[in-house]
């Protein structure tokens, strides 16, 4: 495997390196010494280099929803505003708060989400999107917070 290519795998492996390439805020000898590939680091910085002007400019996703909140959301057993695995949330069944996002919205929206979502240190119950609809489930007390930034990153 080439250099070039070990850079790109161990970039794709650090999807937070690949944002800062795209966004052009890395400092490229820095990012060369923090990655394990083996080379010399100017050589692996040079390499940074190139797949920064090669990567998009582009926004990551460009969304538009309407954003609402919903109160009171459990586990239920049947139908739920958002169903991951074997584990289904509906409205009436506890003291969660959804965050739901409908319009025009993708799995690139989701992680901007979470992303912003990590970076604020809140946690988050159970995420999910699909059919124009994104949903975050976090708790009552994370709720105002969550609203505005799902707002943020994909609200009208």
């Known amino acids: 495997m080439s250099l070039a290519a070990a850079t790109r795998d161990a970039v794709r492996e650090r999807p937070f390196l690949y944002d800062g390439l795209r966004a052009g805020v890395v400092n490229y000898t820095a990012a060369a010494r923090a990655l394990d590939v083996d080379g010399d680091t100017d050589a692996v910085a040079t390499a940074l280099r190139r ?5 998009a400019d582009d926004p990551a996703h460009e969304s538009e929803a309407r954003v609402s909140m919903r109160s009171g959301l459990g586990r239920v057993e049947g139908d739920g505003l958002l169903t991951v695995g074997d584990t289904r949330f509906g409205e ?11 319009g025009d919205v993708s799995a690139a929206a989701l992680g901007n989400v979470l992303g912003r979502l990590r970076a604020a240190e809140i946690a988050i119950e159970a995420a999910g999107v699909g059919d124009g609809t994104l949903v975050v489930v976090v708790e009552r007390s994370n709720g105002p917070d969550v609203l505005r930034v799902v707002e943020g990153a994909v609200g009208r």
């Not at 009436?92 to 959804?98: C, D, E, H, V």
């Open 51 to 55: 797949l920064a002007e090669e990567l």
């Open 92 to 102: 009436g069944a506890g003291s969660l708060t959804g965050i739901v996002a409908r």
